[in-house]
C-alpha cells in the first residue's frame, strides 16, 4: 500500500461528487423529500408513508440518474407513472416532471444556501495529484460543473463524466459501471488500476461490476455495513483516514 491507502499499482482516482468531494448529499435529500412527499400526498392523500430522508434515499435515489431514482422509489411503493420526455415542466405527473421538480429544487437549495466540499478530500486530492495520479469526476449530477466551480475544485480533475457528458455519449448511469469505465479509458488507465471513491450503495456496485482495482467507500451516515456488503475495498469516515498528509 502506498501512503495514499491505496495498493502500490493504482495510477488513477475516480471520485464521486456528491457526499464525496461536496457535502451536497444532505441538499439533494431534502430536495427528494420535499418533491416526493408532496406527490405522495396528492395521490394517496394524508396516509401516504412520507419519503425517507436516510433510508429511502440511501436505497432508491442516492448516485443514480434523476429518472432513474424516481423510478426505483415509486417502484418500491407500488406506482407507476407515465415517462414524460426530459423537457417536462416540473409540475407534470410524470417520471421526468418528478425528476424535473427535484431539480429546480436543488437549483434553488444550491444558489441560496451554498455548497461545502469535505476538506479531508480536498487534502487528499492535494496529495493524489502530488503523486503524479491521474484524476477523474464521475457524476449522475447534471449540475456537475457548477458544483465543483462554487467549491473551488475544478482544477483537480483531468476527466468529467457527469450527467451531462453520461447523456451525450448514452451512457448508463451508476449501479452501471459505465461512466467510471469512460472516465478510466479517457484517462488511458486499465479498470484494474484505478481505484473509485463512492459515498452510495449503487457506487459500490458500480465499482464492483466495473471490475476497478480497489472501491473506497466513505460513509457519511452510518451505513459501513451496507457498503461493505455492496463491494467496497475499504471503508473510512473521511479521506483523511486513508492517508495523503504530508
Ligand atoms: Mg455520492
Request: glycine content about 10%.
Amino acid at each position: 500500500m502506498t501512503q495514499l491507502g491505496l495498493p502500490d499499482d493504482i495510477q488513477a482516482c475516480l471520485f464521486d461528487l456528491d457526499g464525496v468531494v461536496t457535502r451536497t448529499a444532505v441538499v439533494h435529500a431534502a430536495a427528494w423529500k420535499e418533491t416526493f412527499d408532496a406527490f405522495l400526498l396528492s395521490h394517496e392523500g394524508a396516509a401516504a408513508r412520507p419519503f425517507d430522508a436516510v433510508a429511502d434515499y440511501d436505497e432508491y435515489v442516492d448516485g443514480r440518474p434523476r429518472a432513474d431514482g424516481v423510478r426505483a422509489f415509486l417502484e418500491s411503493r407500488g406506482i407507476h407513472l407515465p415517462e414524460g420526455t426530459a423537457d417536462d415542466p416540473p409540475d407534470a405527473l410524470t417520471v421526468n416532471g418528478l425528476g424535473n421538480r427535484k431539480n429546480e429544487l436543488l437549483l434553488e437549495r444550491i444558489r441560496t444556501g451554498g455548497v461545502e466540499a469535505y476538506e479531508g478530500t480536498l487534502r487528499y486530492l492535494e496529495a493524489v495529484r502530488a503523486e503524479g495520479l491521474r484524476t477523474a469526476i464521475v457524476s449522475s449530477s447534471a449540475n456537475c460543473r457548477d458544483v465543483l466551480r462554487a467549491v473551488d475544485a475544478e482544477h483537480f480533475f483531468d476527466v468529467r463524466i457527469d450527467g451531462v457528458v453520461a447523456a451525450e455519449r448514452k451512457l448508463p448511469g451508476k449501479p452501471h459501471p459505465d461512466t467510471f469505465l469512460a472516465a478510466a479509458h479517457d484517462l488511458g488507465v486499465e479498470p484494474s488500476r484505478a481505484a473509485v471513491f463512492e459515498d452510495a450503495q449503487a457506487g459500490m456496485d458500480a465499482g464492483r461490476a466495473g471490475g476497478f482495482g480497489y472501491v473506497v467507500g466513505l460513509d457519511r451516515v452510518g451505513q459501513r455495513d451496507a457498503l461493505y456488503a455492496h463491494g467496497a475495498s475499504v471503508v473510512v469516515a473521511d479521506l483523511d483516514e486513508l492517508g495523503g498528509k504530508r
